[in-house]
């Protein structure tokens, strides 16, 4: 299961890594996943956990007739304050040992997250 979570953990620093490199124009959502070889829910997952941490920017966008988002890093100097995890219901979650990317109980389907991750701060 460990292993598992180091994978989880993986990719965010390698779709942070990318995002970084793109510079200051970013990258199209839909770009990045190709390039992680995600489906577009487990992309969106990583982008709003990313987001929620300060670390990117997810801008709107209109491409051809959709909507999509360009993803750009904020400053490298940015301090990243606890405040941007506060309310995680992970750190109070009684599944926490169990869960993990591929488990039965995991946090691509946690509700929980899923609302926590969406809510309008
Ligand atoms: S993702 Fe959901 S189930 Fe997993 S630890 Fe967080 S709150 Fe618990």
């Not at 300060?54 to 209109?62: N, Q």
Request: proline share 3%; glycine share 6%.
């Amino acid at each position: 299961m460990k292993r598992k979570t180091k994978a989880a953990e993986d990719i965010y620093a390698k779709a942070l890594d990318i995002i970084r490199k793109a510079g200051p124009d970013g990258i199209l959502q839909k770009d990045l996943w190709k390039i992680l070889k995600v489906s577009s829910r487990e992309g969106s997952r990583i982008a709003l956990t990313l987001e929620k941490r300060g670390l990117i920017i997810r801008e709107p966008v209109a491409q051809d007739r959709w909507k999509t988002f360009k993803l750009v890093a904020t400053s490298s100097d940015l301090k990243v304050s606890l405040e941007t995890v506060e309310g995680c219901p992970c750190f109070s979650c009684m599944n926490l040992s169990r869960c993990g990317s591929g488990q039965h109980i995991n946090p691509e389907n946690c509700e929980d997250l899923t609302a926590w991750l969406l809510k309008d701060d």
